[in-house]
């Protein structure tokens, strides 16, 4: 697990040379001893594309997720909806999608809450939550008016 937690920080800071890029991690599960991580990668100043990974006793999930934001002041922040592509071990692959809410704070520090509900191709309900603390890399920049 050392390894791929290694291998997802060096992807998130190998990103610094691109435009904005969010490196996320949720602190809930990590009391439980499971991961979620997230890193996510600024389009453009109202959209970004987010990419989850998600270690729970010995099952495994990811997904991507596709964001517009509306009104941003700092690129991509503020309020959010989206739609989500996901594989999970036990529910197989889904589509589905998603609302939340990032802030960002001056020195850079992400807290993003987000829900959203899908359906698996096998026809399974899909949720989607988070609830991240993390990272902005590379200088915030105002979005165009």
Do not use: C
Request: hydrophobic share 45%; proline share 3%.
């Amino acid at each position: 697990m050392k390894k791929l937690l290694f291998t997802f920080l060096a992807a998130g800071i190998g990103f610094q040379a691109l435009a904005q890029t969010e490196l996320k991690l949720s602190p809930i599960p990590l009391l439980f001893g499971y991961v979620a991580l997230s890193v996510e990668q600024q389009i453009n100043p109202s959209f970004g594309i987010d990419g989850d990974l998600l270690l729970l006793d010995g099952a495994f999930g990811a997904n991507i997720s596709g964001k517009y934001y509306f009104d941003p002041e700092l690129g991509i922040d503020k309020f959010h909806i989206g739609g989500f592509l996901g594989a999970y071990q036990d529910a197989g692959l889904g589509i589905g999608f998603l609302a939340g809410y990032k802030w960002v704070s001056r020195k850079n520090v992400v807290f993003e809450l987000g829900l959203g509900v899908g359906r698996g191709f096998d026809l399974d309900v899909i949720g989607y939550g988070k609830l991240h603390v993390g990272y902005r890399f590379n200088k915030k920049s105002a979005a165009p008016k």
